[in-house]
C-alpha cells in the first residue's frame, strides 16, 4: 500500500442522516485518492455507526470518544498522513478539494495552514477577501476567523514540531483557537476559489452549546495575551 497522503478529520455527533450521507459521498468521489478518513464519534445514537459503516470503505476508520475537540485531538495523533484535511460531518468538499490543496502545500513548504473559500448552504460565500499570509494573520487577530474550518489543510509536522492541539477551554471556538496558536509558526494561505460548502442550520455544534458570541468573538487583547504572540509574529502583523 502507497504511503498515505492527507489524513481526513471529521467529529461527528448525531448528524442529520442525510448531511451526514452527502459529506461521505463528496469524499468518496474526490479526484485524489491518496488519503485515510478518521471519523471519532461522540457517543452518537447508533445510526451515525451504521452508516459509516455501511459504506465498507477500508479508508474509513471509524473510532468513539468524548468532545469535538478531544475527538479532533485523538485524530490528529491517529493519522499517519502528512496533511490533515478538516471536515465536518454535516459539511461538503468539491470533488477537487484534496487535489488542489495537496499540489499547493507539495509546491509551498513554507505554509502550513491552507484554507479555501466556501458557501454556506450552497448558497452565500462564507468570506470572499483575496487574503496572503499577513492579512490573514491580522483578520484573525483583529477580526475573527476568516477560515471556514471544513475548508482549511494543515501540514502535521507543523502541530507536532511545536506541540499544537485543539483546546477544550474554547469550545465551540476552538479551530480558531488553534489557527490563532498557528500565528508566528508558519506561513497562512487561502486559494481564492470556493472548495467546499458549509451547512448552517439551528442544530449544529456552534449554535447548540452556550456564549457562542463570547467564545466566536475572541477579543484580540486576549489572543495576545493568551497565545503570546512572537516577536517575528508582532513585526508582522504591525509592518505595513
Given at each position: 500500500m502507497s504511503k498515505i497522503k492527507v489524513s481526513i478529520i471529521t467529529p461527528v455527533y448525531n448528524t442529520k442522516p442525510e448531511y451526514l450521507k452527502e459529506c461521505i459521498n463528496s469524499v468518496l468521489t474526490q479526484e485524489f485518492d491518496s488519503f485515510e478518513w478518521l471519523f471519532c464519534d461522540d457517543c452518537s445514537k447508533p445510526y451515525i455507526k451504521q452508516i459509516i459503516e455501511s459504506y465498507k470503505d477500508p479508508r474509513m476508520v471509524y473510532v468513539r470518544n468524548l468532545g469535538a475537540a478531544e475527538s479532533r485531538n485523538r485524530l490528529i495523533d491517529m493519522a499517519k498522513g502528512e496533511y490533515l484535511a478538516l471536515l465536518d460531518s454535516d459539511d461538503?468538499?468539491?470533488?477537487?478539494?484534496?487535489?488542489?490543496?495537496?499540489?499547493?502545500?507539495?509546491?509551498?513548504?513554507?505554509?502550513?495552514c491552507l484554507g479555501t473559500w466556501a458557501t454556506i448552504n450552497n448558497k452565500k460565500l462564507f468570506n470572499?477577501?483575496?487574503f496572503n499570509s499577513q492579512t490573514l494573520e491580522e483578520h484573525l487577530v483583529f477580526a475573527g476567523c476568516a477560515l471556514c474550518n471544513s475548508s482549511v489543510m494543515?501540514?502535521?509536522s507543523?502541530?507536532?514540531k511545536?506541540?499544537?492541539?485543539?483546546?477544550?477551554?474554547f469550545i465551540p471556538a476552538e479551530d480558531y483557537a488553534l489557527y490563532c496558536d498557528l500565528i508566528g509558526l508558519t506561513d497562512?494561505?487561502?486559494?481564492?476559489?470556493?472548495?467546499c460548502d458549509y451547512k448552517y442550520y439551528d442544530t449544529n455544534i456552534s449554535n447548540r452549546l452556550p456564549n457562542r458570541e463570547?467564545?466566536?468573538?475572541?477579543?484580540s487583547a486576549f489572543i495576545f495575551l493568551r497565545f503570546?504572540?512572537?516577536?517575528?509574529?508582532?513585526?508582522?502583523?504591525?509592518?505595513?
Open positions: 461538503t468538499m468539491h470533488k477537487d478539494r484534496l487535489l488542489k490543496q495537496v499540489s499547493f502545500l507539495d509546491n509551498n513548504p513554507n505554509v502550513g470572499d477577501k483575496k494543515l501540514r502535521k507543523v502541530l507536532n511545536h506541540n499544537i492541539r485543539y483546546k477544550t477551554d497562512f494561505a487561502m486559494l481564492h476559489e470556493v472548495l463570547i467564545s466566536r468573538e475572541i477579543p503570546s504572540l512572537s516577536e517575528k509574529s508582532m513585526c508582522k502583523i504591525f509592518v505595513f
